[in-house]
């Protein structure tokens, strides 16, 4: 994928081959382009299935090219973690990072979510979703949301070592995680200290990935960028090293004691998600984050038989902005990066699917609108809201507002926290280059969209009824439902009725309109993994030599968890990585009878 910064922040669609759909203005959508012939169709076919399959491992070299102990594949926040506790553990250690840039999507990520039992939480006594942190009845809960479809030792493992993991990193890898907020309840979304910008609250971990990977390489680990694994090696009974391509050529690397896989998911690699996580397909409209989980550590697993945990999972949040439909055979999800300007359409307006049916909204902060929990992480909210436009009808919600909204994104008037306030960081700021331009302010984005008709732009509603592709009166009928229970001061909707305070008559041209979907951060079904995190076979048994961190591993949300209920999954997905890259290098240590320095 060849894709440089500026186009991917500027929100292009990556490849595929469907063209984009939506002109600018009240423009119909564009039809889609003919493909060919059958020969044609019959290739893209093919190549679709190919880019799902199974990657064959090389055969042991005659001659090694070069030898590490422990093999680090990805230098994300799991790769990194990995790489700094087992170089305080005394292992010769290589971290191998197929991009330029070092650090993955991890460094575009913000907060470390997580349910307590570090020493911040217990200091301000909190536990999701009560308090006192007790792992068995934290397990109970969790594997309820997943339809008790998780693996509970597995499970019971995260939550063990998740609290370790955060005071590790804060005793030993020299981290900075401090409570989000005051309350009781920001000790479940940590921060890394100095990271949240006074003016608008924007947090990337930028700098705090690059102070990790100072510290790994502290530690004696070894990091390489542009060194892109092809493949493991595999003699039959264990995996012993990997086949390397660098700027230097082919090379085979030995790992004396293993190789740890921390590359990610397959969330933007399209044809593996249509094979391992059809139903929450349908209701992806993009990836939010950068184009680097394409799933090619998970099917070099599944090359040396490895199975797999977590199908039609994900860890998704709302306001997925549909830029286009794709094609059968496109093998790649289009990126947006989570905060472009989608904050609008992420608000509570009228919202309605495609049989003109309300959609349920629920709001963030430390409640879950209708229903009080002063514990409750802002992120199920979130998640829960993308878990209900992703099972819509064709995976899709339709938004209106109308051109009252600039001035309520500036007031922030539904209160909304993290991803939905609209953002605009001051020139003064004191972290301003730490932010990237196109996230400082939320116009940018925004604009972008209404100027590629992705957001329909209307002088009526019933121009914007048929730009958007209703059928004829569903959209006009709901408004006029909606303006009537606005001047009522009472919802028609049937669960999760509006306070009379959100409901805003939409009364004022232009109208605006847009179709959103499922923004997944990362896939949720990968290589199955024991509480050790070596990676398991189709027979049941550990694969020698091979072990995976989340997002390469899977199962952490269960089967059939199309957000990754609770929080996208237990720490969602920046703290996730963090600790299955912490939990595997345990593994090893485990295995090799060594602890911590």
Known sequence: MNIDRRTFFKGALLGGTAAAAGLAGCAPKAEMADTGGSDARDKERETFEAAAAPIEPASVPENWDEEAEVIVVGSGAAGINAAIRLGQAGYQVLVLERNMELNGNSKHSSVFSNMGGHKAAEERKFAY????????????????????TGDPELVRAMLVEGPKCIDWMNEKAGAKWVPMN??????????????STPTNGINVNLIPLQLLTEQAQKDGAEVRANSNVDTLVFDGGAVVGVKVTDEEGEKFIHATNCVILCAGGMEVNRAMMAKYSATTLQGIANIATPPNGTGECIRMGQGVGADLAG????????????????????????????????QVVRQPWLRINRDGNRVPYIGT?????????????????????????MSQPGGKTYCIFDSKYEQLMLD????????????????????????????????????????????????????????????????????????????????????????????????????????????????????KVNPDMQVISTEGAPIPGLYAAWHTAGGSAGEGNPAGKPLTGVFADLGLAFVGGYMAAGGVMKKDGRTDA
């Open 365 to 389: 902060s430390a409640r879950v609108y209708p229903y009080v929990n002063d514990a409750s992480p802002s992120s199920e909210g979130l998640c829960e809201t993308a878990a209900i436009e």
């Open 129 to 148: 979703p009560e308090y006192p942190y007790d792992v068995d009845r934290i397990l109970e809960y969790v594997m309820s949301c997943q339809q008790q």
């Open 311 to 342: 199908y039609d999972s994900t860890g998704a949040f709302d306001g997925g902005v549909w830029w286009r439909d794709y094609d059968e055979f496109d093998t790649e999800m289009d990126c947006h990066i989570n905060k472009d300007g989608n």
């Open 182 to 195: 005051p309350s009781p309840a920001g000790a479940g979304m940590l921060e890394w200290e100095g990271m």
């Open 412 to 527: 922030n008037y539904f209160g909304q926290v993290i991803c939905r306030k609209g953002k605009i960081l001051a020139d003064d700021d004191p972290f301003y280059d730490r932010v990237p331009e196109y996230l400082r302010d939320w116009h940018t984005g925004f604009n972008d969209m209404v100027e590629a008709g992705v957001i329909r732009k209307c002088d009526t509603i019933e121009e914007l009824e048929a730009a958007l592709g209703l059928r004829e009166g569903v959209l006009v009928d709901n408004v006029e439902k909606w303006n009537a229970a606005c001047a009522a001061g009472e919802d028609y909707a049937a669960t999760y009725k509006y306070p009379k305070e959100w409901l805003l008559a939409l009364d004022e041209p232009p109208y605006y309109g847009a179709i959103v979907g499922g923004h997944v951060f990362g896939s949720k079904c990968g290589l």
